[in-house]
């Protein structure tokens, strides 16, 4: 599959992606791409009501790229998620562990698309090891980051290629709907 033939969602962390984060350039690069942003609140009901409707609106399969908590607004919003998602990349999730931001746990049930999970060990935010869990249980495919920090502009990330590599492999290996 080609980034062509998908429409990208972009989800930014809860304080959203700077013009230096990876996020926002690969907005401006990727054709196809849009981003939903947290509410200022973070209201975790209604960020993951955003992105579900985000993806409703999708006319053509849907990649859904997401950053920090953005990837607890996809994964809370999954139940409601339509067969139009054909992939997720999802970086740095925060450890939620019972709970965190006004969202539940992640929900250790296989997610209904492909995905990746890229995750640091230098991350403040998460344990390394309950991340590569739940990724684990979500059928997900696991990348170790190293001692990366939390893959953002002041870690040193801003256009993260290596990131775009392993997205674009990623997406290359989803067949074409």
Not at 25 to 52: C, F, H, M, N, Y
Not at 88 to 114: I, K, M, Q, T
Not at 144 to 154: F, H, K
């Amino acid at each position: 599959m080609r980034v062509s033939d998908v429409d990208i969602l972009i989800i930014p962390g809860l304080n959203g992606a700077s013009e230096q984060h990876w996020q926002s350039r690969w907005e401006a690069k990727l054709s196809t791409a849009r981003r939903v942003t947290a509410p200022a609140d973070g209201d975790a009901a209604i960020w993951s009501q955003d992105v579900s409707t985000a993806i409703a609106e999708a006319t053509r399969p849907l990649m859904l790229v997401a950053h920090g908590l953005g990837v607890a607004a996809v994964v809370n919003a999954v139940p409601k998620l339509p067969q139009t998602v054909v992939g997720a990349f999802f970086v740095a999730p925060l450890d939620l562990g019972e709970g965190a931001h006004g969202f539940p746990a992640y929900s250790r049930d296989p997610l209904p698309f492909p995905s990746v999970v890229v995750a640091s060990r230098g991350e403040p935010d998460h344990s390394f090891e309950a991340v590569e869990d739940v990724a684990a249980a979500w059928g997900s495919l696991f990348v170790d980051a190293g001692e990366s920090g939390r893959l953002d502009e002041e870690s040193g990330h801003g256009p993260w290629p290596e990131g775009l590599l392993t997205f674009g492999k990623f997406l290359a290996r989803l067949p074409t709907p």
